[in-house]
């Protein structure tokens, strides 16, 4: 199953991460939306901090918004992401977590 | 280290039934006075979460963990030390061992370096207690429209405690002040997981060597808990809690402006365009400063938004108000839509930087929906403003509160 996968990557990241610091094992629990890209998010993003950072600041970013967000955790916060992965995750995020087209 | 947790609640949908933890009640009333206004998604993923020695809080971000007190604790204006708020940038947080602790001073701008264990602060310097307000620079961030990224507070990333320590200028200047210094830094023990900018605040000299400025190991009596910075944490009355580094591990008196990112870049806001007071000169540049002082405001704690009183039947409207150190002078409220303002009472005073309680009597007779707005105006005759000050970061928040009592 998809959700259960995903929960079951979570855990994996949050197990790799409990070596560094300390996890939440409740953060597993915050499931992003299964769409196109999800994957490559929970990869690059969630090492470093839980999901409810995406889903705490929806929906009000455009494309733009989210861009300069991935952005600063590039080059600000020194997150390791190959541009492709970059673009995927702008892509998922504007269209899962962005501002809600007006008609 | 937070093993021991417990979901209360959660009102979350398709995520709730994910996990067996999580109890299914309905939403809590502490997560149902959130401000209708923050972003959806921050409604949404809000939880109440009980972390190891904390009452259950308002859940913003689980990694690096942010907490937010609900509003019910601000009745007493001294809020427990379980009910405080959690606020870090670092996910890495170690648990210190008192015993083991050490915090080194040092710094081009120290005449000699030196490592003190807590017994030996303890001991050497004299203890000293100061009530103020820790208030995080973006409290209330969630409620600016337009919303800005970050974490989506309502208006709980606050709270007022009465600190315990040594004084700031105390070991500053046991250890030695060069003439040429300029700033002071702190950085604590807590870290990036992986990478990013280590979490170093700097303050000018001259707010180091102020009286009230703390190396804070007591809180309300008791030691500081550890997601409040156990065991010292530095304590800047007036100013945001941005500069109130925990679990503080280093101190560096400095000749030269602090390079950190957290000052460079982070918590800046526009210059000029506040009614800012207390200036940070060595770290203005570009048009931009770092935020100081703690904006005038106030906060309505009963009754809830959108309350039913019947008509006749009297009302204590209570809250609380604070300012960055002037004191508050007066609270008034209008029920006109801000034509007329009548005063507040004003309860115990703890002193410049605490939290001061306010109380207002009701008795509506006319039915209908009653809007209430109260505002704060502090001892330099600042009074918090009707419309927002935008600001990239979402800092400052203090624009009057409007509630509205269906009187039927």
Known sequence: ?103 | MIARRQVIAAGIGSLAAAFATRVRAGVPPELGQQPPNLPEGARTSAELVRIDGKLPLIKRTYRPPNFETPLKYFAEPITRNDAFFVRYHAAAIPEVNAGDWRLTVAGDGASAQASFSLAELQQRFTQVDVTAVCLCSGNRRGMFEPHVPGIQWGPGAMGNARWSGVRLRDVLNAVGVRKEALEVSFDGADSALLTGPDFVKSIPLWKALEADALIAFGMNGEPLPHWNGFPARLVVPGWTATYWVKHLARIDVLTQPSASFWMRTGYRIPANRFPVTERFVSQEAGGTTPITEIAVSSLIVEPADGMRLAAGRGLEVRGIAWDGGAGIARVEYSLDGGATWRRADLGADFGRFSFRPWKIGLSPRERGPLALQVRATNRLGVSQPEELIRNPAGYHHNIIQRIVIEVV
Request: glycine content about 6%.
């Open chain 1, 1 to 103: 199953m998809r959700k259960r996968s995903a929960v079951a990557s979570l855990i994996v990241i949050a197990l790799a991460a409990a070596t560094i610091g300390p996890v939440h094992a409740e953060e597993s629990a915050v499931v992003l939306k299964d769409a196109p890209g999800r994957d490559t998010v929970q990869a690059n993003c969630l090492a470093c901090h839980s999901a409810d950072y995406i889903v705490m600041n929806s929906p009000f970013l455009d494309g733009k918004g989210w861009r300069a967000s991935v952005t600063k955790m590039i080059n600000v916060m020194g997150a390791p992401i190959t541009a492709a992965d970059a673009e995927e995750i702008i892509r998922y995020l504007t269209a899962n977590y962005g501002v809600t087209p007006r008609p």
